[in-house]
């Protein structure tokens, strides 16, 4: 088994999952670059290879329980374990971004949002269970939004609270009851469980109006695997400060 810590990231051909797993990899991990598109993920991962860090691609449709078993096997016969498990992959569908409420949402667009956003994301968790289990300082990272803050939506005067695409706004809502259900599910294994909000950052969904570059979006992944936050479980962070459920 290696020394060196593993970590996984899903979605992390473009975007807040790519910069994630370069910044890992500058601090050390062996990043394992995950995408559906293996042809992307290579790209990255011979990227960060050829900077000098450790990286590995793998196909990885989080959709599909086939891909998941296979990586899950990959992993367990190429490192025997798994310390940092990034739960990047998201979607946000086209149309929902502020042409839906709760008053208009269709049952697809719920459907599609949460398949992926909430019912893969568990899958996904609970099939690498047993090598984060095998890990001396393991954590599940899900990255959720400030949109899934219940408190925020309440608060009429809040910024964030006037966003409403319902069906994206429900998904990381419950992601984020994933995270705390699941911190205290694992507390007794030594697994920490977190939720991160990047922020509104410049990527394809936040666009170029966004204050936050992609850096800045990954940064808070990157503080909480290397323990920049303390030992706490089933937080809720941007940037290290603690966000309202």
Same mark, same amino acid.
């Given at each position: 088994?290696?020394?060196?810590?593993?970590?996984?990231?899903?979605?992390?051909?473009?975007?807040?999952?790519?910069?994630?797993?370069?910044?890992?990899?500058?601090?050390?991990?062996?990043?394992?670059?995950?995408?559906?598109?293996? *042809?992307?993920?290579?790209?990255?991962?011979?990227?960060?290879?050829?900077?000098?860090?450790?990286?590995?691609?793998?196909?990885?449709?989080?959709? +599909?329980?086939?891909?998941?078993?296979?990586?899950?096997?990959?992993?367990?016969?190429?490192?025997?374990?798994?310390?940092?498990?990034?739960?990047?992959?998201?979607?946000?569908?086209?149309?929902?971004?502020?042409?839906?409420?709760?008053?208009?949402?269709?049952?697809?667009?719920?459907?599609?949002?949460?398949?992926?956003?909430?019912?893969?994301?568990?899958?996904?968790? +609970?099939?690498?269970?047993?090598?984060?289990?095998?890990?001396?300082?393991?954590?599940?990272?899900?990255?959720?939004?400030?949109?899934?803050?219940? +408190?925020?939506?309440?608060?009429?005067?809040?910024?964030?609270?006037?966003?409403?695409?319902?069906?994206?706004?429900?998904?990381?809502?419950?992601?984020?009851?994933?995270?705390?259900?699941?911190?205290?599910?694992?507390?007794?294994?030594?697994?920490?469980?977190?939720?991160?909000?990047?922020?509104?950052?410049?990527?394809?969904?936040?666009?170029?109006?966004?204050?936050?570059?992609?850096?800045?979006?990954?940064?808070?992944?990157?503080?909480?695997?290397?323990?920049?936050?303390?030992?706490?479980?089933?937080?809720?962070?941007?940037?290290? *400060?603690?966000?309202?459920?």
């Amino acid at each position: 088994m290696t020394t060196r810590k593993i970590a996984l990231v899903t979605g992390a051909t473009r975007g807040i999952g790519k910069e994630a797993a370069t910044q890992l990899a500058q601090k050390g991990f062996t990043v394992l670059v995950a995408g559906r598109s293996l *042809e992307q993920a290579a790209k990255v991962a011979e990227n960060l290879k050829n900077a000098g860090h450790s990286a590995q691609a793998v196909k990885l449709d989080i959709t +599909q329980s086939s891909d998941i078993a296979d990586v899950v096997a990959e992993i367990g016969k190429t490192f025997g374990k798994l310390d940092i498990l990034v739960n990047n992959a998201g979607v946000q569908l086209e149309g929902d971004w502020g042409q839906n409420n709760a008053a208009s949402v269709s049952q697809q667009q719920l459907r599609e949002t949460f398949a992926i956003n909430l019912f893969a994301q568990v899958e996904l968790t +609970q099939s690498f269970l047993p090598l984060l289990r095998k890990s001396d300082d393991a954590q599940i990272l899900n990255v959720s939004s400030i949109v899934g803050s219940l +408190q925020t939506h309440a608060d009429t005067s809040s910024p964030w609270g006037a966003v409403k695409p319902f069906a994206y706004n429900a998904s990381k809502a419950a992601l984020n009851l994933y995270t705390i259900s699941l911190a205290q599910a694992l507390a007794g294994d030594g697994i920490r469980v977190a939720s991160v909000h990047p922020g509104w950052v410049k990527t394809d969904l936040g666009t170029d109006a966004a204050p936050l570059t992609i850096a800045e979006g990954a940064q808070t992944i990157t503080e909480l695997a290397t323990n920049q936050y303390g030992q706490d479980s089933g937080g809720f962070y941007h940037l290290g *400060e603690n966000q309202p459920w």
